[in-house]
């Protein structure tokens, strides 16, 4: 069965608002957005927030790439995905003092709220602001249509003090590596349900294994397995705490170099 168009009438808006989404920020956010309202070929992805303790709901493999970016980065302290720009009445004006046409529901006719993919709450110091993110292929850039959009987009978040910007694949590209690093251990930031007694473990061990790796010219998997062995851990333990470790950057691996059990750990010089 086809999905809906993406985007929200402001009758569906006004619904959901009843039931207390699309407010909040941390765990208490929710999306007034669904992924599952995405067009039919996009790819839906729900992944657990280190730092909103909720789950997220990521509309493609990009959106993905970015949220794990976001995960990792220390001047992050917030992530709201799918957020709707609800001043509807303002995109509307907005994209008559443009000329454009504003996105409007195919059946119905009737305007849409638009969305950005990200709402970032960054610190600096004891400066804190928001930053909001658009992530798309750099090929959609082509597309008059789209310009036009993101032009709509661009001057709601101007009008509102706010830093607008787009992310594409090219951009995301350059930081494949660490991508792919963060999506290998993003699980791990939590292991209590992975490692019996795991807090007072890691407690334990964390100073121990750091020295172990540091020293050892063995590959990942050979020294956690050794590891698992001296120290009387279920087979698996040590690799789990490992990955633990890095995910709550405890262990200061290189990220800028491929994360491979089969191979040495590489540190940070």
């Given at each position: 069965?086809?999905?809906?168009?993406?985007?929200?009438?402001?009758?569906?808006?006004?619904?959901?608002?009843?039931?207390?989404?699309?407010?909040?920020?941390?765990?208490?956010?929710?999306?007034?957005?669904?992924?599952?309202?995405?067009?039919?070929?996009?790819?839906?992805?729900?992944?657990?927030?280190?730092?909103?303790?909720?789950?997220?709901?990521?509309?493609?493999?990009?959106?993905?790439?970015?949220?794990?970016?976001?995960?990792?980065?220390?001047?992050?302290?917030?992530?709201?995905?799918?957020?709707?720009?609800?001043?509807?009445?303002?995109?509307?004006?907005?994209?008559?003092?443009?000329?454009?046409?504003?996105?409007?529901?195919?059946?119905?006719?009737?305007?849409?709220?638009?969305?950005?993919?990200?709402?970032?709450?960054?610190?600096?110091?004891?400066?804190?602001?928001?930053?909001?993110?658009?992530?798309?292929?750099?090929?959609?850039?082509?597309?008059?249509?789209?310009?036009?959009?993101?032009?709509?987009?661009?001057?709601?978040?101007?009008?509102?003090?706010?830093?607008?910007?787009?992310?594409?694949?090219?951009?995301?590209?350059?930081?494949?590596?660490?991508?792919?690093?963060?999506?290998?251990?993003?699980?791990?930031?939590?292991?209590?349900?992975?490692?019996?007694?795991?807090?007072?473990?890691?407690?334990?061990?964390?100073?121990?294994?750091?020295?172990?790796?540091?020293?050892?010219?063995?590959?990942?998997?050979?020294?956690?397995?050794?590891?698992?062995?001296?120290?009387?851990?279920?087979?698996?333990?040590?690799?789990?705490?490992?990955k633990h470790l890095i995910a709550n950057k405890r262990l200061p691996v290189d990220m800028t170099k491929p994360f491979n059990p089969d191979k040495k750990l590489l540190f940070m010089k």
């Amino acid at each position: 069965m086809a999905r809906k168009k993406a985007g929200l009438t402001s009758s569906q808006i006004e619904k959901r608002f009843d039931k207390e989404q699309g407010i909040g920020t941390g765990k208490d956010y929710k999306s007034l957005y669904h992924t599952r309202e995405t067009p039919l070929k996009t790819t839906n992805i729900k992944k657990p927030g280190w730092k909103t303790k909720r789950q997220h709901e990521l509309w493609s493999y990009l959106t993905c790439m970015c949220f794990y970016l976001a995960e990792w980065s220390n001047s992050i302290t917030d992530i709201r995905e799918n957020y709707l720009l609800l001043d509807l009445a303002d995109t509307q004006q907005i994209a008559k003092f443009l000329g454009i046409n504003h996105p409007y529901d195919p059946h119905t006719r009737e305007p849409i709220a638009m969305k950005t993919d990200f709402v970032f709450t960054v610190q600096k110091g004891f400066e804190v602001n928001l930053e909001a993110r658009t992530v798309m292929p750099a090929n959609n850039l082509n597309d008059i249509r789209t310009i036009e959009t993101l032009e709509i987009e661009r001057i709601y978040w101007a009008r509102r003090k706010t830093s607008w910007g787009i992310i594409t694949d090219r951009e995301l590209e350059l930081h494949k590596v660490l991508i792919k690093n963060i999506e290998l251990i993003h699980a791990y930031k939590d292991i209590t349900d992975r490692v019996t007694s795991a807090s007072e473990k890691i407690n334990k061990i964390a100073v121990l294994l750091t020295e172990e790796l540091r020293a050892s010219q063995d590959p990942l998997n050979k020294s956690a397995l050794n590891m698992d062995s001296i120290y009387g851990f279920n087979q698996g333990d040590c690799l789990a705490i490992i990955k633990h470790l890095i995910a709550n950057k405890r262990l200061p691996v290189d990220m800028t170099k491929p994360f491979n059990p089969d191979k040495k750990l590489l540190f940070m010089k």
